[in-house]
């Protein structure tokens, strides 16, 4: 329901979130802003519970996809807000090759391994803390993967910062290490409607991407090793465009995807932060994101595979395409296209990456 807001100072607190089925208790974390703006963290699977943000005319609504109980979110299928990983993506056949040795991952998809496998980052209850500053406040979110985990090789400790300002900038920092060589390519999955999470479908929603080329998938939905530039495409975003202009067309790509659902291959000053990486613009609120990201690439998917069986916060049943992701990922470049080898992780080098939510309204 939409509701006049409370203006928060910045503030985060925490609150019980219930007990997971092996008797765990989880924590639900509240960050806010002088904006208007809250989110709503558990430190199960570091979900996005809850992000309410004011539109034009000053209304707060919740803007991304979600369940009202923990218990949902132990059966959810759709990653819905989850941190992903180890590895974001399918790896076909659960099969990994790293610097010539060969690891036989778990099988989590019919024949291939999805987002890291079962029970991975997103089912995981991670061990949290808070820090507040003047500037910002934060949630500090800690797992340690072992090794083997899923197929995986190396011990990795994952560690994810959430952070909100005053700005409105929702700030989501990576950092992992590893004892042994393996791959990482993490990100978050929340699925936003900028008009509210129970409007449905995004069609009017108009999208802006930083990139001028995108990778083919083939019907398996694994990227064909093409590098196409969008001129001319219907994954040509490179100005705000809305999503119902070609999502429902006979186009190969989208319907292999059943919308869209592939990698853009993220132009350079995006990658330094110069620029942004992508937006979205919801014209009947006024409400807009705009993401910054690190990395490389960035997967734009339109829930197409929601399908009305899951029961969403206040009662509301998703369906197709009634939300979006922006999804930064390091898989993908503009010089090698999809290479398994740009997620590897080494010893001596840690990873960082860092991705940045900015929440803005106009006319």
């Not at 042994?180 to 479908?201: C, D, P, R």
């Not at 995108?214 to 196409?228: A, N, Q």
């Not at 429902?248 to 319907?255: C, G, P, R, Y």
């Amino acid at each position: 329901m939409n509701t006049q807001p409370n203006i928060h100072c910045l503030s985060i607190s925490q609150s019980d979130f219930g007990r997971l089925h092996n008797g765990k208790n989880v924590q639900l974390f509240t960050l806010s802003n002088t904006q208007g703006t809250e989110v709503k963290i558990t430190n199960y699977g570091g979900i996005i519970v809850a992000l309410n943000t004011l539109d034009k005319h000053g209304i707060s609504a919740d803007i991304v996809l979600g369940y009202d109980d923990i218990s949902s979110y132990e059966t959810d299928p759709y990653y819905l807000g989850a941190i992903i990983g180890r590895y974001a993506g399918r790896i076909d056949q659960g099969v990994l090759s790293i610097n010539g040795q060969q690891y036989q991952l778990s099988i989590n998809n019919i024949d291939n391994q999805l987002h890291g496998g079962m029970q991975a980052l997103n089912k995981q209850l991670w061990q949290a803390t808070t820090q507040s500053t003047t500037e910002k406040v934060s949630l500090i979110l800690q797992h340690s993967s072992p090794d083997g985990d899923n197929g995986f090789p190396g011990n990795v400790d994952f560690k994810v910062k959430y952070s909100l300002n005053n700005n409105n900038e929702f700030c989501i920092e990576y950092y992992a290490t590893t004892d042994k060589t393996t791959v990482i390519n993490l990100t978050q999955h929340s699925y936003f409607n900028l008009a509210g999470h129970n409007t449905g479908e995004v069609y009017q929603h108009q999208v802006q991407i930083n990139a001028d080329h995108f990778l083919p998938m083939d019907k398996r939905v694994y990227p064909t090793g093409e590098i196409r530039n969008v001129h001319n495409t219907q994954h040509d975003f490179r100005q705000l465009t809305a999503i119902n202009k070609h999502i429902n067309s006979d186009d190969e790509q989208i319907t292999i995807a059943k919308g869209f659902d592939n990698y853009w291959l993220s132009k350079q000053n995006a990658v330094t932060e110069a620029a942004f990486i992508a937006k979205a613009f919801e014209p009947k609120s006024g409400r807009q994101l705009t993401v910054y990201s690190d990395q490389p690439s960035l997967v734009f998917y339109t829930a197409n595979y929601i399908d009305g069986s899951q029961i969403g916060k206040g009662d509301f049943i998703y369906q197709k395409h009634g939300a979006f992701c922006f999804e930064p990922l390091r898989l993908a470049t503009q010089h090698s296209g999809a290479n398994i080898n740009n997620t590897l992780l080494q010893p001596e080098t840690p990873f960082y990456s860092k991705t940045r939510w900015f929440f803005t309204h106009s006319d």
